[in-house]
């Protein structure tokens, strides 16, 4: 095999490469001979098909395999023989090739590869890191508690003749129109609505205060100009309300009854439930912002070049979430006012900061929480990361509009029962749940 070096630019790497006609042949051969072990055919004693006809038959499928096989062979050659570590996937193009099975000729390709950097490890004795830590508080406890218990709510009809109070919880139909004209989503049947409560667009629940049970009332309200419907983003809209019933909310005693009623042996279980998995929500917390530093610290400590190829790739996974995000309104409040060549411009540092602090962490060998492996830059698929802008926020959520309410007033639905999920129950305590 002759190898030579057409390219060597910073991490980029060009060669040519040429398989003599000995080898592909001789290849060929041996697989040919192979098949022909094993052939039947009418007129010949199995296994004695001679390889003139085997050649004739099956020599074009085996010369495509033997072509595909020598030249990734040749390419992980090229590299091993040389030190050279592939930052992604070497693009080949064949120059020449046999044709025909029968015909004797090289094999000629050019590859070209971007290499990953070579990184001095630095003085680790020199970064000082800090590493935070919490315990979830009883009132944080009990606050959880009340958010769980409010979610098991019972609903006791308001038999009295008078109007809503907020909190309370009308049953209705709406119906809504902009410049007089029904939009598709705007409408809805034997709703539960709570008086000024969270779910619906702003100014909708509130206006409800004072309505009884078989009253019609007419509201104005606003859609938000970030509403995740464009068409009805920052629009006016009139809606129709027809009262039905009128309940009030009776959230149950927070007692054992309420602990089976969920799935757990007693309120004691459930108390235990919650703490362990806000201690668990605080020292992952920490851990990530441990993480954070750390890459910090290293990508300051240390300077190379970013694969190109590979910050290509991270800016085109982060991009697509943005794209998708802004088609819908979902799109970062740090990147409203922005054009389109701000975004990707800040998008990109973003993805070569990200790949820069990957390749640095990569560059020691920390132990994790056993003593072995790394326990502090854990590798997570391409996938399922994303910039650190639009991670999620609050109480665990960041609140993206679903299907059935991304073009209606309602613009999220409320959990009512069920066991206890694993949602950031340290939102409930008031922190940043960052993951």
């Excluded at 790949?355 to 072995?372: F, N, Q």
Aim: charged letters at 30%; glycine letters at 12%; aromatic letters at 4%.
């Amino acid at each position: 095999m002759q190898v030579t070096e057409t390219l060597s630019e910073g991490l980029k790497r060009g060669f040519t490469v040429v398989v003599p006609s000995a080898e592909i042949e001789g290849k060929q051969t041996a697989k040919l001979s192979e098949i022909g072990r094993t052939l039947r055919l009418p007129g010949f004693r199995p296994g004695r098909v001679p390889l003139p006809i085997v050649r004739q038959r099956y020599g074009t499928a085996v010369m495509a395999e033997v072509l595909q096989e020598s030249v990734d062979e040749a390419t992980q050659q090229v590299l091993s023989d040389r030190g050279l570590r592939a930052a992604v996937q070497p693009k080949v193009d064949v120059v020449s090739l046999p044709v025909k099975p029968q015909e004797a000729s090289d094999l000629e390709f050019k590859v070209e590869v971007e290499l990953l950097p070579d990184i001095t490890v630095p003085d680790l004795g020199t970064l000082a890191l800090t590493r935070l830590k919490s315990e979830p508080t009883d009132a944080a406890i009990e606050q959880a508690l009340g958010e769980i218990a409010a979610r098991q709510r019972t609903l006791e009809p308001v038999e009295d003749d008078r109007g809503a109070e907020r909190g309370e919880v009308l049953k209705a139909d709406f119906t809504g129109r902009i410049d007089g004209t029904e939009f598709p989503g705007g409408a809805g049947s034997d709703t539960e609505i709570e008086v000024g409560g969270p779910g619906f667009i702003p100014g909708f629940t509130e206006q409800l205060e004072g309505m009884k049970a078989g009253e019609t009332r007419e509201i104005d309200v606003t859609f938000p100009e970030d509403y995740g419907a464009k068409d009805l983003a920052g629009k006016a809209a009139k809606f129709e309300i027809v009262a039905k019933s009128l309940s009030k909310p009776l959230p149950p005693a927070i007692d054992d009854a309420l602990a089976e009623k969920i799935g757990f042996e007693n309120l004691d279980e459930l108390r235990g439930v919650i703490r362990t998995q806000m201690q668990r929500e605080y020292d992952q917390m920490s851990r990530m912002r441990v993480k954070r530093e750390l890459l910090d610290a290293l990508s300051k400590s240390v300077d190379f070049p970013v694969p190109e190829a590979m910050a290509d790739g991270e800016f085109n996974q982060i991009w697509r979430r943005v794209e998708a995000d802004l088609k819908e309104g979902r799109g970062d409040d740090d990147d409203k006012g922005k054009d389109e060549a701000t975004l990707k411009a800040d998008y990109r540092a973003i993805a070569e900061r990200r790949d820069e602090s990957r390749h640095a962490g990569r560059s020691v060998a920390l132990p994790g929480p056993g003593g072995a492996g790394d326990g502090v830059l854990p590798q997570e698929p391409a996938s399922r990361r994303r910039p650190a802008r639009t991670l999620v926020r609050g109480q665990g959520r960041r609140f993206h509009p679903g299907p059935r309410h991304r073009r209606g007033p309602r613009r999220h639905a409320r959990g009512t029962g069920g066991r206890a999920g694993p949602g950031c129950l340290a939102g409930v305590a008031g922190l940043d749940c960052r993951h």
